[in-house]
């Protein structure tokens, strides 16, 4: 690697592929009935055939390949019409059969792409190769020895190879981002990264700008959220640019991030090259992915999320940026849309969802989903604001409630007596006690200290709990100084 | 194809297997001899013939996703030479998984 160590003042870019792993929501295993439950007793969820029993024999789940396909499609790539399944040996006691059932030359989806949006600048993000495989089952290491649950062994995951096409930290989040998106909204998947449904391994090397051959790479392993896997790479390139400008080489091996010290560990590398010997399985024949079952499946795929967020910006005069926050969960984006179509200004929900409900529900930790507020709520919340009868300031009092209890905004203010006041006759009272109270506030607004304005329209604000409107407040006030 | 001691000896290693000296003789021979029976098949031309994966033409069949409950637990955890709880128990791996 010398064409990279010649100068120590190049300067170096970061190139990044992602291999990204997810548990399919299939109720059953790939290749046999037992349940893909999570949390379930250890190995409650095994049979012959997940044990790899002498004589059992894998029986593919049509739904996993249909979730598998629909992904793919999602993620724009073509369905292979032949495709098998090949076995990938290695010895390791998460793996009973002591081979990995994957897909090895013939993946059932090739050449699709992602497009992702980094500081305003777009770009595609090509995705290599989309194949099933199973799960290996989890190990527990301990003074006795090791304790092995094979309830994940043999639950359906696809695997989703991007090409290299990543240059930081930061674009790899956001492909992650894109990805899951994808994923959630086509149903596929839970994408519960905390539950390991979604596991990200990262192939980072670096090299001097300018360089179109590829460093040596690392692959990182041990990555569990989206800000790990950013936080891992901005390291490790960091790491291989130093090691490069001290003159020495980078090592190709796997390293894991941890997260705390947020630093890459090299793990034991292995003296040989693993030689994993696939070949096809000859339990399970070759199969054909029928166009008409393409087109099928092609045909349930919803509205994707750049789709949706294109349709907000043009339907509902979003933002870019508004719209991409809006649209990145489905969840979120369904609750915008119920909103907005039980009525009130698209641009002021948005402002309310992104602003207030997220705000609480983020500090909370919790999702859009979690919260008994109905979306009509958040509609008439917004209309009630535009009408006049509320404040926007008594809004946001009022949302906490609204998002704990799941009550309507108007039986709140109602109840609570928030609502504004806008009778001039009930207004005229209470400023002329204001005005009476304040004089040096009135003798300097009539020598033409405009601010006392304000400090007098806060009084009035004051005494009616802030339910006063404060445009009407303003108009009788400055009727009032001026009489 | 030479099969020589360091091809017989990185299989075994890949199927985790110790052999001594008079086995590695043995299976140096042993394996020339299916190697170098097996390679009989170069012969034959295959130019233009695609490749098969199955030598017989059988349709797949999959299953539909319902869940079937394995009924005894204890009869599954019972089949392997040690336990702890409901996990199956194996010498202690070292490594990362």
């Known amino acids: ?483 | 194809m030479q099969v020589t001691r360091d091809t017989v000896k990185e299989i075994a290693d890949y199927a985790m297997l110790t052999l001594n000296e008079q086995e590695l003789e043995h299976m140096v021979r042993d394996m020339q001899e299916i190697v170098s029976f097996v390679e009989k098949l170069n012969e034959v031309p295959t130019d233009g013939v695609e490749p098969m994966i199955h030598p017989v033409k059988l349709m797949i069949v999959m299953h539909d996703d319902t869940v079937q409950r394995t009924e005894d637990l204890d009869a599954v955890l019972g089949q392997a030479p040690d336990r702890s709880g409901s996990y199956f128990q194996v010498p202690q791996v070292l490594g990362e998984s």
């Open chain 1, 1 to 483: 690697m010398s064409h990279v160590t010649e100068s120590a003042e190049k300067t170096y870019e970061t190139v990044v592929g992602l291999e990204v792993h997810v548990e399919l929501a299939t109720k059953t295993k790939l290749f046999c009935r037992c349940s893909t439950t999570f949390g379930d007793e250890p190995n409650a969820n095994t049979c012959p055939i997940c044990l790899a029993h002498p004589g059992t024999l894998p029986q593919l789940n049509e739904e996993a390949v249909a979730y598998a396909i629909k992904a793919a499609l999602a993620l724009g790539c073509e369905i292979s019409e032949r495709t098998k399944f090949d076995r990938k040996s290695y010895f390791y006691p998460d793996l009973p059969k002591a081979y990995q059932l994957s897909q090895y030359d013939q993946p059932l989806g090739q050449n699709g792409k992602i497009e992702i949006e980094v500081d305003g600048v777009k770009k595609t993000v090509r995705i290599e190769r989309v194949h099933l495989e199973e799960d290996a089952g989890k190990l527990l290491h301990t003074v006795g020895g090791t304790l092995v649950d094979l309830n994940r062994g043999g639950v359906p995951l696809i695997e989703i190879v991007s090409a290299p096409d990543l240059r930081s930290g930061k674009e790899a989040r956001a492909y992650l981002e894109k990805l899951k998106a994808i994923l959630s909204y086509t149903g596929v998947s839970d994408v519960r990264m905390e539950e390991g449904s979604l596991r990200c391994d990262a192939n980072v090397s670096v090299r001097p700008v300018g360089e179109t051959r590829f460093g040596t790479k690392t692959e990182i392993k041990n990555m569990n959220t989206f800000s790990g896997v950013e936080k891992a790479i901005e390291y490790e390139a960091a790491r291989q640019v130093e090691v490069l400008k001290q003159g020495g080489w980078v090592r190709q091996e796997t390293r894991r991030f941890d997260d705390a010290r947020r630093v890459t560990i090299a793990m034991r590398s292995k003296e040989r090259a693993q030689d994993y010997r696939y070949f096809p399985d000859p339990d399970l024949v070759p199969f054909t992915v029928s166009r008409a079952w393409v087109e099928e499946i092609k045909s349930s795929i919803p509205e994707l999320p750049d789709e949706r967020r294109a349709r907000y910006m043009a339907q509902y005069g979003l933002s870019a940026y508004d719209a991409g926050v809006l649209t990145l969960e489905r969840t979120l984006a369904d609750f915008y849309e119920s909103a907005v179509q039980a009525g009130g200004d698209p641009k002021a929900i948005a402002n309310w969802l992104m602003v207030e409900v997220l705000g609480h529900l983020n500090k909370e930790n919790k999702a859009i989903t979690e919260t008994p507020m109905r979306p009509e709520h958040l509609s008439e919340l917004v209309k009630l604001i535009e009408e006049g009868v509320i404040s926007g300031k008594i809004g946001k009092s009022v949302l906490p409630e609204m998002l704990e209890s799941g009550e309507a905004p108007r039986t709140i203010i109602e109840r609570k007596g928030l609502i504004q006041i806008q009778d001039t006759s009930a207004l005229e009272p209470i400023i002329a006690k204001v005005i009476e109270n304040n004089p040096q506030s009135v003798a300097d607004y009539r020598a033409g200290k405009d601010r006392a304005l304000g400090f007098l329209v806060g009084q009035v604000m004051k005494e009616t709990k802030g339910k006063a409107n404060p445009q009407r407040v303003n108009e009788l006030l400055l009727k009032a100084l001026r009489s």
